[in-house]
C-alpha cells in the first residue's frame, strides 16, 4: 500500500508561487500515475495534474495549464508541483494522489491534504 505524505502549502498573495511536495512510502508496483488534486470549501474536487512515473508528457486542467507545473525525483519517489502566477480562486486544500491511471476517476492512494490559501 502506498502511503503518501504532502508538503509545501502555505498562504501567499496573488501573484505568487509555491511548491508542493508529495512524498511516496514506496514503490507499488502497477501503481505508476501520481496527481494533484485541490478541493475548495463548497466544491467538487478537481483534477489539477498528472504525471506517469515512467516518463512522458503531464497532463493539466484548463485551470491551471501555463501556471503549474508537475514533475517527478524518481530517486525520492516524490512527485512535486510548482505553482507560479497564483489566483485567489487557487485557494484550496491540496492533494496527493497515486493510481494505475491517468484517468483522474482512478486515484485510490490519497495524502493528507496541504493547505494553499492566496490572497488578493
Known amino acids: 500500500q502506498v502511503q503518501l505524505v504532502e508538503s509545501g502549502g502555505g498562504s501567499v498573495q496573488a501573484g505568487g508561487s509555491l511548491r508542493l511536495s508529495c512524498a511516496a512510502s514506496e514503490y507499488s508496483a502497477g501503481i505508476n500515475y501520481r496527481a494533484w488534486f485541490r478541493q475548495a470549501p463548497g466544491k467538487e474536487r478537481e483534477g489539477v495534474a498528472t504525471?506517469?512515473?515512467?516518463?512522458?508528457?503531464?497532463y493539466y486542467a484548463d485551470s491551471v495549464k501555463g501556471r503549474f507545473t508537475i514533475y517527478q525525483d524518481n530517486a525520492k519517489n516524490t512527485v512535486y508541483l510548482q505553482m507560479n502566477s497564483l489566483k485567489p480562486e487557487d485557494s484550496a486544500m491540496y492533494y496527493c494522489a497515486a493510481g494505475r491511471s491517468r484517468d483522474f476517476a482512478a486515484f485510490t492512494y490519497w495524502g493528507q491534504g496541504t493547505q494553499v490559501t492566496v490572497s488578493s
Open positions: 504525471i506517469y512515473t515512467g516518463g512522458g508528457s503531464p
